[in-house]
């Protein structure tokens, strides 16, 4: 058996695909790999830290290491496994950077930019803006946007519905006055074009399917022109809007059902600090050389 079969009958395609690489890595750095011991591994972890790996990276690395060392016991090539009980010590840091998030403003400004694709069709306009409103007012998940069915809006009352997911709460969200309208429309005039399928999820592409998470990056991907010195994605998004309630004095735990978090300490991980706010403003306008 391969160690490309071993992944692929463990792990979900994507996993397998990432731990094959690190494995890989490992292989190429540390000479008889097969028969390396816990010091070689030791080492190893210690140059990759001394490249400046978060302690989150190195903990995928060592897991991938003890999944390769589980398969040479499984097929036969060593017997004992050198790392099998190692664990990494590193402090994790789970606050978010909010220093390169987006202002209300900037976010803002997505909105008022001309849509991509103007003379396709069909036209997808109208859906691209409410994908951008989505993100931008009620700071969904590219997996909340891609969940809604249309049954989830209410535009008489003016709120939306967002599902639990794995690790989100359920919550329901108000629209923002300037969504009803565009909403309204998009389901009237582009949806009805696109539900071929009479699907109800909201979000449809262009070829009259479900919107499958793709889309929802292209839509943002198509501004980052705007900001080329920052990552501008839907998850970026997301960050700043919660990083800007607080920022504007909301309560903690208003924020934290608005984000569906499950617990406030992980809301307060985007909470800026006045010395990371100042130390922001010092690199932007005086920047070290």
Same mark, same amino acid.
């Given at each position: ?13 994507? #996993?397998?695909?990432? @731990?094959?690489?690190? =494995? *890989?890595? /490992?292989? $190429?750095?540390? &000479?008889?790999?097969?028969?390396? +011991? ?18 989150? #990276?190195?903990?995928? @690395?060592?897991?991938? =290491? *003890?999944? /390769?060392? $589980?398969?040479? &016991?499984?097929?036969?090539?060593? +017997? ?31 909105? $008022? ?40 809006? $209410? ?135």
């Amino acid at each position: 058996m391969k160690i490309h079969d071993y992944l692929g009958d463990r792990f979900a395609k994507r #996993t397998a695909h990432g @731990y094959g690489l690190m =494995i *890989k890595n /490992y292989c $190429d750095q540390v &000479k008889h790999s097969q028969r390396a +011991k816990y010091k070689d591994v030791l080492n190893y972890l210690e140059k990759e830290r001394s490249k400046g790996r978060k302690a989150n #990276t190195l903990l995928t @690395y060592i897991a991938a =290491i *003890k999944v /390769y060392y $589980d398969y040479l &016991k499984k097929t036969g090539v060593r +017997k004992d496994h050198p790392c099998k009980h190692m664990r990494l010590k590193d402090r994790i840091d789970h606050r978010v950077d909010v220093q390169d998030l987006f202002s209300s403003t900037e976010l803002s400004l997505l909105l $008022d930019q001309p849509s991509r694709g103007k003379d396709k069709l069909p036209s997808i306009t109208l859906r691209d803006k409410v994908i951008l409103s989505l993100l931008i007012y009620q700071g969904l998940t590219t997996k909340n946007i891609v969940s809604l069915e249309v049954n989830d809006l $209410d535009l008489v009352q003016a709120v939306i519905n967002v599902k639990k997911e794995t690790t989100l709460n359920r919550r329901i969200l108000e629209l923002h006055p300037k969504q009803i309208m565009l909403i309204n429309k998009y389901l009237t005039e582009e949806r009805a074009i696109l539900n071929r399928t009479s699907s109800d999820k909201l979000i449809l592409t262009r070829r009259y399917q479900e919107e499958r998470g793709c889309g929802v990056h292209d839509v943002v991907k198509a501004y980052k022109r705007l900001f080329p010195d920052r990552a501008l994605t839907p998850l970026a998004i997301r960050q700043s809007v919660i990083a800007n309630l607080l920022k504007a004095g909301k309560d903690v735990r208003a924020v934290q059902v608005f984000a569906g978090h499950n617990s406030p300490m992980t809301t307060e991980r985007y909470q800026q600090t006045g010395i990371e706010e100042l130390t922001a403003a010092v690199m932007k306008f005086h920047p070290l050389k």
